[in-house]
């Protein structure tokens, strides 16, 4: 993880959650005071001109790397390489020069033309001064020399302070974030930050060999090693752009099914609303929680394979077009089976009209047998069928649908599910706010 420079919080154009305003305006300016105060602390002055010319070679390699930042996949952030710049700096000239030097070089392209409100740019510079004065003081407690490197000893030093940048500097963002979009610190970090951290610490060693070679051989020796820390950023594009792909292509099967049956628009968005809603009470793991999300949106793609004829039909089925229609769990399998990013994802749809008492299909699973996340979704699926009108039934209301999941509870579903599922709807019907979270439309849906 790096400097997150590109943040935009909530009140200054982004969306937050209700009463987030307030706490993140106060946290920013704790962050903004804090360094402020760090930078009269460690201020540099008189500045030594023997090292200017390092300082304009590592700040325009710093801002280069800013400007090549790749945006974070949530959160409006983005991230960039030029930590190991930042910690070159601290091992070369020390806190203050490389405190003042992360601070003003690290200002972003949006920053300067004023597309970032003052607010943001502040707490932008705050967090990486914070992040730079405690990897400064992390590396000169752990035994670490400003101004010379022993390659034999001095990289234990160096990772220390990486390791304390790292924390604080993701730590001060990720923490804004939590305030501002409601969700758990884990969810942020499993999907902005997890995916860098591997290349990001891999490149730490490169600062070493930068310093080392800055000290004996001058600025201009060091412009080589930045290849490396743009290899490092094309990881980070690539990945991101991976990730961008992956989502369109959900969105694309998702368009498709909804083309082929309008009845279903709607109803995915909400299964994968109620789906992740469920996993999150029960405290799945955060990659979990997520794949619950884009399973939900994908639980019924299947019946892209079913005829028209029995997918568009407004009354009940006969036996041939029912078996027709049961077979749609396993071709939305075998389609999904197909994105290695969806992984066990496609045994949840394959099973999630799987019974608890094993009266379901494909095959006839039964209770612990069934895949959680299939269990998940089945329960999700139901609640929103029922709440939902379809062509030959109205929709039922909260109560009702409550009381039938109750019904069903330990023959059709899950037990423990239905019950979490009944403690979410509790606190949807005593706050009618709380409804606006879940989409709703007024389109119909097919009774499987």
């Given at each position: 993880?790096d400097?997150?420079?590109?943040?935009l919080?909530?009140?200054f154009?982004g969306?937050?959650?209700?009463?987030s305003s307030?706490r993140?305006?106060?946290?920013?300016r704790a962050?903004?005071?804090?360094g402020?105060l760090l930078l009269?602390?460690?201020q540099?002055f008189?500045?030594?001109?023997?090292?200017?010319?390092?300082?304009?070679?590592l700040?325009?390699?710093?801002?280069?790397?800013?400007?090549?930042?790749?945006?974070l996949?949530r959160?409006?952030?983005?991230v960039s390489?030029s930590?190991?710049?930042?910690?070159t700096?601290i091992i070369?000239?020390?806190?203050?020069?490389?405190?003042?030097?992360?601070?003003?070089?690290?200002?972003?392209i949006s920053?300067?033309?004023?597309?970032?409100p003052?607010?943001?740019?502040?707490?932008?510079?705050?967090?990486?001064t914070i992040?730079?004065?405690?990897g400064?003081?992390?590396?000169?407690l752990?035994?670490?020399?400003?101004?010379?490197?022993?390659?034999?000893?001095g990289?234990?030093p160096l990772?220390?302070?990486?390791l304390?940048?790292?924390?604080?500097n993701?730590?001060l963002?990720?923490?804004?974030?939590?305030?501002q979009?409601?969700k758990?610190?884990t969810?942020?970090?499993?999907?902005?930050f997890r995916?860098s951290?591997?290349?990001?610490?891999?490149?730490?060693p490169l600062a070493g060999?930068?310093?080392?070679?800055?000290?004996r051989?001058?600025p201009m020796s060091?412009a080589?090693?930045?290849l490396?820390?743009?290899?490092?950023?094309h990881?980070?594009?690539?990945?991101?752009?991976?990730?961008?792909?992956?989502?369109q292509t959900i969105?694309a099967?998702?368009?498709?099914?909804?083309a082929?049956d309008?009845?279903t628009?709607?109803?995915?968005?909400r299964?994968?609303?109620w789906a992740?809603?469920i996993?999150?009470?029960?405290?799945?793991?955060?990659?979990d929680?997520?794949l619950?999300?884009?399973?939900?949106?994908?639980?019924?793609?299947?019946k892209?394979?079913?005829?028209d004829?029995?997918l568009?039909?407004?009354?009940i089925?006969?036996?041939?077009?029912?078996?027709?229609m049961?077979a749609?769990?396993v071709l939305g399998?075998?389609?999904i089976s197909?994105?290695?990013?969806?992984?066990?994802?496609a045994?949840?749809?394959?099973?999630h009209?799987?019974?608890?008492?094993g009266?379901?299909f494909?095959?006839?699973?039964k209770g612990?047998d069934?895949p959680?996340?299939?269990?998940?979704?089945a329960?999700a699926?139901?609640?929103?069928a029922?709440?939902s009108?379809?062509?030959?039934?109205?929709?039922m209301?909260l109560?009702q649908?409550?009381?039938e999941?109750?019904?069903?509870?330990?023959?059709?579903?899950?037990?423990?599910i239905?019950?979490v599922?009944?403690?979410?709807?509790?606190?949807l019907?005593q706050?009618e706010?709380k409804?606006?979270?879940?989409p709703?439309?007024?389109?119909q849906?097919t009774?499987?």
């Amino acid at each position: 993880m790096d400097s997150i420079i590109g943040w935009l919080p909530a009140p200054f154009g982004g969306q937050a959650v209700n009463g987030s305003s307030t706490r993140l305006n106060a946290y920013i300016r704790a962050c903004v005071i804090l360094g402020g105060l760090l930078l009269v602390v460690y201020q540099p002055f008189p500045l030594n001109t023997q090292h200017l010319p390092g300082l304009a070679v590592l700040g325009l390699l710093i801002f280069v790397s800013e400007y090549l930042a790749v945006p974070l996949p949530r959160g409006g952030g983005s991230v960039s390489v030029s930590s190991p710049l930042i910690y070159t700096a601290i091992i070369v000239y020390g806190i203050r020069e490389a405190t003042w030097l992360a601070c003003v070089a690290s200002i972003s392209i949006s920053e300067l033309s004023a597309r970032l409100p003052l607010t943001a740019f502040l707490f932008n510079r705050a967090a990486i001064t914070i992040s730079t004065v405690a990897g400064g003081i992390a590396y000169e407690l752990s035994n670490g020399q400003p101004g010379s490197l022993d390659l034999r000893h001095g990289f234990g030093p160096l990772f220390v302070c990486a390791l304390t940048y790292t924390a604080i500097n993701g730590g001060l963002v990720l923490l804004a974030m939590m305030i501002q979009k409601g969700k758990s610190v884990t969810s942020l970090w499993v999907t902005n930050f997890r995916w860098s951290l591997p290349s990001l610490l891999a490149v730490t060693p490169l600062a070493g060999i930068m310093a080392f070679v800055l000290i004996r051989s001058g600025p201009m020796s060091i412009a080589l090693f930045f290849l490396p820390l743009l290899a490092a950023r094309h990881s980070f594009g690539r990945y991101v752009e991976l990730r961008k792909v992956f989502i369109q292509t959900i969105k694309a099967l998702v368009q498709t099914l909804d083309a082929k049956d309008p009845y279903t628009r709607g109803h995915s968005e909400r299964v994968a609303y109620w789906a992740s809603t469920i996993a999150r009470k029960l405290n799945l793991p955060e990659q979990d929680i997520e794949l619950l999300e884009y399973i939900g949106l994908l639980h019924d793609v299947g019946k892209i394979g079913i005829s028209d004829a029995v997918l568009k039909k407004p009354g009940i089925y006969t036996k041939q077009e029912y078996s027709e229609m049961k077979a749609h769990p396993v071709l939305g399998a075998e389609i999904i089976s197909g994105i290695t990013l969806l992984g066990k994802g496609a045994t949840w749809v394959k099973y999630h009209h799987e019974r608890h008492d094993g009266t379901g299909f494909p095959e006839g699973l039964k209770g612990d047998d069934i895949p959680l996340g299939a269990r998940i979704i089945a329960v999700a699926d139901a609640f929103d069928a029922m709440t939902s009108d379809r062509p030959y039934k109205n929709a039922m209301s909260l109560e009702q649908a409550r009381e039938e999941l109750k019904r069903c509870s330990g023959s059709q579903f899950d037990p423990r599910i239905v019950q979490v599922m009944l403690t979410c709807t509790e606190g949807l019907q005593q706050c009618e706010d709380k409804t606006d979270a879940v989409p709703k439309t007024s389109h119909q849906y097919t009774e499987i």
